[in-house]
């Protein structure tokens, strides 16, 4: 059974970049036919997919965030990460890492517990 | 980029009603659709996916259906612990959109 755990500053400077790690236990991210994500979802609203890196390392990106994000592989630590740049007040949200087991178009099988991030001067 | 038009918003039910949410794409996605359920302060949990396959573990009176556009979740008996918000998600594109969310509460 996969876990993922979410790390990183809980609060952002405006202008700033956001980064957060996912930490992977129970099975590696290096695993043929996996994808690894980020989803954010505002206090209060609903889920936004921020993007999916593939095990290859092939990345997908939400076409309104692609300008200011980079998702990256770390093999040797077992572990994905998020980097959002030139934040504001509207990128305050909780950020889940996932994971998507079953393929390209498979749900969303596997969610970290998340991890609050607020972007406040 | 793909649409996921979610309705209603909210519902309120009673134990042993039978609920139904309904999701619709704006353009064609197959079956490549899935649901799940969150509670407050939690991760979503896959309920449902690729349109009707029930996720392991996750009881029987959860069902769902649709092709093409046109989709629905449906508990056949609510129990006290159903009463969360539910979202539909589209794996069609790697854009993984996602409807804006059923909140299910106790009427």
């Known amino acids: 059974q996969l876990r993922l755990q979410e790390s990183g500053p809980g609060l952002v400077k405006p202008s700033e970049t956001l980064a957060l790690t996912c930490t992977v236990s129970g099975g590696s991210i290096s695993t043929s036919g996996n994808y690894w994500g980020w989803i954010r979802q505002p206090p209060g609203k609903g889920l936004e997919c921020i993007g999916t890196v593939y095990y290859q390392g092939v990345t997908y990106y939400n076409p309104s965030l692609k300008s200011r994000v980079t998702i990256s592989l770390d093999t040797s630590n077992n572990q994905f990460s998020l980097n959002l740049r030139s934040v504001t007040a509207a990128d305050t949200a909780v950020y889940y890492c996932?994971?998507?087991?079953?393929?390209?178009?498979?749900?969303?099988?596997?969610w970290g517990q998340g991890s609050l991030v607020t972007v406040s001067s | 980029d793909i649409q996921m038009t979610q309705s209603p918003s909210s519902l309120s039910a009673s134990v042993g009603d039978r609920v139904t949410i309904t999701c619709r794409a704006s353009q064609s996605i197959s079956g490549y659709i899935n649901w799940y359920q969150q509670k407050p302060g939690k991760a979503p949990k896959l309920l449902i996916f690729?349109?009707?396959a029930l996720e392991s573990g996750v009881p029987s009176r959860f069902s769902g259906s649709g092709s093409g556009t046109d989709f629905t979740l449906t508990i056949s008996s609510v129990q006290p612990e159903d009463f969360a918000t539910y979202y539909c998600?589209?794996?069609?594109?790697?854009?993984?959109?996602f409807g804006r969310g059923t909140k299910v509460d106790i009427k």
């Open positions: 690729y349109s009707s």
């Open positions: 998600q589209q794996s069609y594109k790697t854009t993984y959109t």
């Open positions: 996932a994971t998507l087991t079953r393929g390209e178009y498979g749900p969303i099988d596997s």
